[in-house]
């Protein structure tokens, strides 16, 4: 196991590695250059600017400046904000954005395979059929609709509930739940089908014919292995939580990374959007990471056996 | 068990051979392409699907044409006004009509849709078959660099992609759409891919075949090819809605197309600003079809995926 | 002697996407105690059908009870509740199934698989339980039980799993085994040691085994009484040794026919029995072996073959025993 561990974290690095290279390259492919906006520059102002965020290096030279930076946490300074450094912005949005996204990660993971097993539960029943519409809803509806109508539907109409910004926790709950749904939806289905796999198997009759009740068997035969593939799948969850958290961040106004991220499109303000992205892969390779361990913790059979995939 | 039988003597001498047949098959034999689309023909779920689909499409193509309007043309004394006899849908704020705008954003959305997950299933394919039919050892490291690719966040890379092309001017266009979003997006149907050829390589009726005298290219075709079509098929078919998503969200996050050759995401971020103002429609419509478009493809492929399991004949 | 379970025109069908199939067809049979009554028969003749259905364990949507009764201990247990059900299962009939690989939780210890009826029908406690799995290893000679009880089931060989699965069944001290084709999935070397430990604890705890089988050598060495069926229905049943030395029904005659033997020659073609068992969507108007049968008679396809007895234990389902056979036979001077 060990040695499959070392290989997880050798490639989560590689990963890191090929994103921060191919980020910067992408950057700085774009033609012309970042202070083009502002209005006429006289030449001096310009060169200074230039050497100030060392541009006027060759592009190489740049490149492993920037490598060596990030490996000592420096994201470098904001093309836009005189006061902020991009590390500053991180610190400031990253916490908002874990938030949400933690809560919608919860709540997709407790909704999503209780919904799941019911459906399975009572295969081709009525709450099988309902959970499975109100499923494909969740995942056929895209979150920025959602979370457009949370906010026209329940924000405007109660009043306890605001349409957006942040501050306490109420301004988390409706974001949350936009974020949420569609994981939620994807999870409930995986589980459905997981279990009606899973109560087809052998064991599950050994189990009944011991004589144990039916939840007994349900709960500690049937879910403990239709889970499994559900954890499979959480780091490709957690990475649609993570991107859909753009969308919802923009709409209720939450100033999170997200909205940074965003900004920073608008605003082609570099070394911000290089910055994000990149602190945003590195986030996501570790939980990926840390998913990965988790399945391999659960499944006894992994355990022991060198193979993982 | 005493039963009133009217015995007679005669009735007990030999039953001739003909008429005892012992290799009767009582129920019809069904093949297996047809029986597929019996089964999903009975889904009325997915049938609900594969209709929306069908008539989405022709839509897309006529619904421009229908009423006279054209996508572009704006008139500034008709703005904003809400779905009338006129207007089906209504018009947008700078008077164009929905109704065209829509289909023609349908187009776009679906468009890209298919040729997305079209291009991914091409990648996958062949790098898939490629991997699984070569050695051990460049299979190993084909499956080790595709894992890296995936690994890196989908979105992302697709935002990048599109903000320096947008920068370069050329962010509105199509293909450097399709580009970004099939980057990394055919890894998963690539590993599918590779799996099924490597289950029937080795699998058990692959060496019958094989016993009973069959060459490997026969193997291939007549067996290999049909057993693994079924999951490609319906990872293609859901490979859909994700890039009608992704789609949809960048045009919604300002990237992508827009207008007024607008897509159906960027019709909705388009409709956003509509929604303060009690225009809540330019926001609904796109937003109604876009789901629809999603929910239709999501019932479509679910309902190959049971079609196409033996476990679930009834 | 005493009948632990007494089966009366048991019928059970399956209702299904194309109409109802009829699985078992009225059959009767009983099992005394101490007993080792085999059943024997092709693939899909209703044995499993019938050993679930004792245990109540088929999924009841498409299966049903069409008649008939299950008398356990002089109980009929078709008409107890699912909660009475679950006091019997695991603890007064228990059931070894065939496939050890797939039979048992693959994310959950052993140890805690097989006391996990204990606990439940005797409410033992953590530590005694415990104790009672390693004590339940070790009577099934599994070696090492201290450190195979915190294992799981990938850890153990599939003869080691059916051990596992004979401990799990017999660790509440059932009246009545069922085991359906326990050793099916194994080799021949481990099938001979699982059907010992079979027969040892038979011996030590006094119970009643009823064993599913398409193997008429296992029928041979374990079994005191046999019940052959075909297309859901019982065609000849009795002792062993009447089965084997004297058998009556023209099926079990081709069913020994076909057990290949050491002292056939090496040019003799294996015999095995033309065609395959009769659709039962539609059941056979008269014997469902007609199709087959090389002695058919016209009766046969007309009426469905009243008993015979050949003796107290021995009964048979064929024409040809019928009194009238006889008589016709001797009168065409033997025809074939």
């Known amino acids: 196991m060990k040695k499959y561990l070392l290989k997880r974290i050798g490639m989560a690095i590689v990963t890191i590695w090929a994103v921060i290279t191919i980020t910067f390259f992408l950057m700085h492919s774009i033609p012309g250059n970042p202070f083009r906006t502002e209005s006429k520059m006289p030449k001096t102002v310009y060169e200074n600017l230039q050497k100030k965020y060392g541009l006027d290096k060759p592009l190489s030279q740049q490149y492993f400046i920037y490598l060596g930076k990030i490996v000592k946490g420096d994201f470098g300074d904001s093309m836009k904000s005189k006061v902020e450094t991009v590390n500053d912005m991180i610190k400031r949005g990253f916490p908002v954005s874990a938030t949400i996204g933690f809560q919608a990660l919860l709540i997709a993971i407790c909704f999503g395979p209780a919904l799941g097993a019911v459906a399975a539960l009572n295969q081709n029943k009525w709450p099988d059929y309902f ?33 957006g910004g942040w501050g306490e926790f109420r301004h988390t709950i409706l974001p949350s739940v936009a974020l949420s749904l569609m994981s939620m939806a994807q999870i409930a289905r995986l589980m459905r089908s997981s279990m009606l796999e899973v109560l087809g198997q052998d064991y599950i009759k050994t189990a009944a014919s011991k004589g144990i009740t039916k939840a007994t068997v349900v709960l500690k035969h049937a879910v403990r292995n ?31 990374l997200g909205l940074f991220f965003v900004m920073s499109i608008n605003n082609r303000d570099y070394p911000l959007i290089m910055g994000t992205t990149i602190f945003y892969s590195i986030i996501l390779v570790i939980m990926l990471l840390l998913v990965d361990c988790a399945y391999m913790f659960i499944d006894p059979r992994i355990k022991l056996t060198k193979e993982g995939r | 068990m005493k039963a009133e039988y009217n015995l007679k003597p005669d009735l007990f001498s030999t039953a001739s051979r003909e008429d005892r047949n012992a290799e009767k098959m009582h129920r019809p034999s069904i093949r297996y392409w047809p029986d597929v689309w019996r089964r999903l023909k009975m889904n009325k779920l997915a049938m609900t699907g594969l209709v929306i689909i069908c008539l989405f499409s022709i839509m897309a193509f006529v619904g421009t044409k229908i009423n006279g309007f054209k996508y572009f043309e704006q008139d500034y004394s008709l703005i904003n006004i809400h779905p009338d006899k006129v207007h089906w849908f209504g018009t947008d704020e700078l008077g164009r009509d929905m109704f065209t705008r829509v289909w023609f954003g349908t187009r776009y959305s679906l468009f890209i849709g298919v040729t997305a997950a079209l291009i991914d299933f091409v990648l996958g394919v062949l790098y898939g078959g490629i991997a699984g039919i070569t050695t051990r050892r460049i299979d190993a490291i084909m499956m080790r660099v595709a894992e890296v690719i995936y690994s890196i966040p989908y979105l992302l890379i697709v935002i990048l992609i599109s903000v320096v092309f947008t920068s370069a001017g050329q962010g509105s266009s199509l293909f450097v759409m399709i580009f970004a979003m099939t980057l990394t997006s055919w890894v998963p149907m690539a590993i599918l891919v590779r799996g099924q050829v490597l289950q029937l390589k080795e699998s058990e009726y692959s060496l019958a075949a094989e016993s009973l005298g069959a060459t490997r290219g026969w193997i291939l075709l007549k067996h290999i090819i049909p057993n693994t079509l079924g999951p490609i098929l319906v990872n293609l078919t859901l490979q859909i809605p994700g890039a009608i998503f992704a789609e949809a969200n960048l045009s919604f996050l300002g990237l992508g197309i827009q207008a007024p050759k607008s897509s159906l995401g960027a019709l909705a971020n388009e409709g956003l600003a509509g929604l303060a103002v009690g225009n809540a429609y330019q926001l609904f419509i796109p937003a109604i079809f876009i789901s629809l478009i999603m929910f239709a493809f999501n019932v479509l492929g679910d309902g190959l995926r049971d079609a196409l399991d033996p476990r679930l004949r009834k | 002697m005493e009948n632990v379970l007494e089966v009366k025109e048991l019928k059970i069908s399956f209702q299904t996407f194309f109409g109802e199939v009829e699985a078992v067809r009225g059959i009767s049979f009983n099992v005394g105690k101490k007993e080792t009554v085999a059943i024997v028969g092709e693939s899909g003749c209703g044995k499993s059908v019938t050993a679930n259905g004792v245990m109540q364990l088929l999924p009841m949507p498409p299966a049903f009870f069409k008649g008939g009764e299950i008398i356990f201990n002089g109980e009929n247990l078709l008409k107890k509740t699912e909660k009475e059900m679950q006091a019997i299962r695991g603890n007064k009939i228990s059931m070894v199934f065939q496939d050890p690989m797939t039979s048992l939780n693959p994310t959950m210890k052993i140890g805690k698989q097989i006391v996990e009826g204990l606990v439940k029908h005797h409410k033992m406690s953590g530590d005694a339980a415990r104790k009672k799995a390693i004590e339940m290893l070790e009577l099934v000679s599994v070696p090492q039980p201290e450190k195979r009880v915190n294992q799981y089931p990938h850890e153990f060989s599939g003869g080691m799993r059916q051990r596992v699965m004979i401990a799990l069944a017999m660790v509440c001290n059932p009246q009545l085994l069922i085991a359906d084709e326990p050793t099916t999935a194994l080799d021949v070397t481990v099938q001979a040691q699982i059907l010992e430990l079979m027969k040892k604890l038979q011996e030590q705890l006094g119970m009643s085994i009823i064993i599913i089988t398409h193997d008429l050598g296992i029928v041979a060495d374990v079994s005191d009484r046999v019940v052959v069926m075909y297309a859901g229905q019982i065609v000849e049943t009795g002792l062993t040794s009447e089965i084997f030395a004297s058998t009556k029904h023209p099926y079990t005659k081709k069913l020994l026919a076909s057990v290949p033997r050491l002292d056939m020659s090496r040019d003799e073609p294996l015999y095995s029995i033309d ?20 002695e058919a008679m016209k009766v046969c396809k007309e009426h469905v073959p009243e008993l015979s007895e050949h003796s107290a234990t021995h009964l048979s389902r064929c024409w040809m025993n019928h009194p009238m056979a006889k008589n016709a036979y001797s009168k065409d001077g033997g025809g074939k």
């Open chain 1, 226 to 256: 239709a889970i499994l593939p559900v954890v499979s799948v959480l780091g490709f969850i957690v990475s649609n939580l993570l991107v859909g958290s753009f969308i919802i961040e923009r709409i209720f106004g939450i100033p999170g």
């Open chain 3, 275 to 294: 065609g395959t068992p009769p659709d039962l969507y539609i059941p056979p108007k008269g014997c469902s072996f007609y199709d087959r049968c090389s």
């Open chain 1, 131 to 163: 959970s499975m519409i109100l499923a494909i809803i969740g995942i056929s509806v895209p979150s920025f609709i959602m979370g457009t109508i949370f906010i026209q539907f329940l924000a405007r109409n109660i009043k306890w509930l605001p349409i």
